[in-house]
C-alpha cells in the first residue's frame, strides 16, 4: 500500500509502523513524508487498532532529510520550498495528534528530523548504541518545522543544550534530555517496548483517546500559527549565504568556509 513503509498488526490491534528505506536509513523523502500522513490518518481511524509501534528497518531509525529531496530543494523558489517543509510539518502534525498511543522503538542512529518523530511519540525507546544530533546548522539551516514538538518534550533549556549546535549524542544523554524514556541494549528493545504497550490494553481506548487530546490541550500551544512561524524562519534561511555554502559545501564533499579547526 505504501512506498516507504510497512504495517503490521497483531490480533491484540498492536500496529507496527516501520520506516521502509533501510538501504537510504530511512532518510526522509517527499513520498515518505506523504505516506506518513496518510498512514497517521490511516491508523487514526481504524478502531481495531489500539496501540502503534513506529520504528525503521535497518540499521538506522531516520537520518533526517533525503539527499536527492535537499538536492531538489535548492533548486526551488521559495514558495515552492515552503511547501515542501509544510509537507515535514503536516506529517509531524499527524503524528503527534495520533489519537491512539504511539510508541518509539528506535533501533538506530536518528538524526534531525528521526529525533523529530521521535519526539512526537508518547514514549520512545531507543537502543543503547544510537546516535541523535539536530545536524541543520552545519548545513546553514535550523531545525525549524520540527521545533515545536522538540520544545514541547524537552522544553527550552534543555533543548538549547543540544538544539544549535549540530553536536552528535549518544542514547543516554537523550534520555537525560527528555528525548527518551529509556535506553536499553539492543536485544531488550521488544521486551522494552512490549511493557510500554502492555498497560494500554487494559485501559478504554476511547478514554486513552481524550486523555491524550487533553495533554495536548494543556501542553504548549502547537497551532497553525506556530506550524506558519517555522517554515517562514526556515524558508528565511535557505534563502542566506551561509545555507548556500554550508548546502554547497556538503554536496562537494568541502569544509564550508566559516568552519575553524
Known amino acids: 500500500m505504501f512506498e516507504t513503509l510497512t504495517i503490521e498488526t497483531d490480533l491484540?490491534?498492536?500496529?507496527?509502523?516501520?520506516?521502509?528505506?533501510?538501504?537510504?536509513?530511512?532518510?526522509?523523502?517527499?513520498?515518505m513524508l506523504a505516506d506518513l500522513t496518510q498512514a497517521a490518518a490511516d491508523l487514526g481511524a481504524d478502531e481495531a487498532v489500539r496501540v502503534v509501534v513506529l520504528t525503521g528497518a535497518g540499521k538506522s531509525f531516520c537520518a533526517g532529510g533525503d539527499l536527492a529531496w535537499m538536492a531538489a530543494q535548492r533548486?526551488?523558489?521559495?514558495?515552492?520550498?515552503?511547501?515542501?517543509?509544510?509537507?515535514?510539518?503536516?506529517?509531524?502534525?499527524?503524528?503527534?495528534?495520533?489519537?491512539?498511543?504511539?510508541?518509539?522503538?528506535?533501533?538506530?542512529?536518528?538524526?534531525?528530523?528521526?529525533?523529530?518523530?521521535?519526539?512526537?511519540?508518547?514514549?520512545a525507546i531507543a537502543v543503547d548504541s544510537a546516535k541523535f544530533g539536530f545536524t541543520e546548522t552545519r548545513l546553514g539551516i535550523i531545525p525549524a518545522t520540527i521545533g515545536p514538538y522538540v520544545l514541547a518534550r524537552m522544553g527550552e533549556g534543555r533543548a538549547r543544550r543540544v538544539f544549535m549546535s549540530a553536536r552528535i549524542f549518544g542514547a543516554a544523554e537523550a534520555a537525560e534530555l527528555g528525548i527518551l524514556a529509556r535506553v536499553v541494549p539492543a536485544k531488550a528493545l521488544a521486551e522494552a517496548v512490549e511493557a510500554e504497550v502492555q498497560p494500554y490494553l487494559a485501559c478504554a481506548p476511547g478514554a486513552v483517546a481524550a486523555a491524550k487530546q487533553l495533554a495536548r490541550d494543556l501542553g504548549p500551544r502547537i497551532d497553525e500559527a506556530v506550524v506558519d512561524h517555522t517554515i517562514t524562519a526556515l524558508a528565511a534561511r535557505w534563502e542566506t549565504e551561509e545555507a548556500a555554502e554550508g548546502i554547497g559545501a556538503f554536496f562537494d564533499k568541502r569544509t564550508p568556509g566559516w568552519a575553524v579547526g
Open 12 to 31: 491484540r490491534g498492536v500496529a507496527t509502523l516501520t520506516l521502509n528505506r533501510p538501504e537510504k536509513h530511512n532518510a526522509m523523502s517527499a513520498q
Open 75 to 123: 533548486e526551488m523558489d521559495a514558495e515552492t520550498r515552503s511547501a515542501e517543509a509544510r509537507k515535514l510539518a503536516t506529517m509531524l502534525g499527524a503524528l503527534n495528534a495520533l489519537p491512539k498511543p504511539l510508541i518509539g522503538a528506535v533501533q538506530g542512529n536518528a538524526f534531525g528530523g528521526g529525533v523529530g518523530m521521535a519526539c512526537v511519540c508518547d514514549a
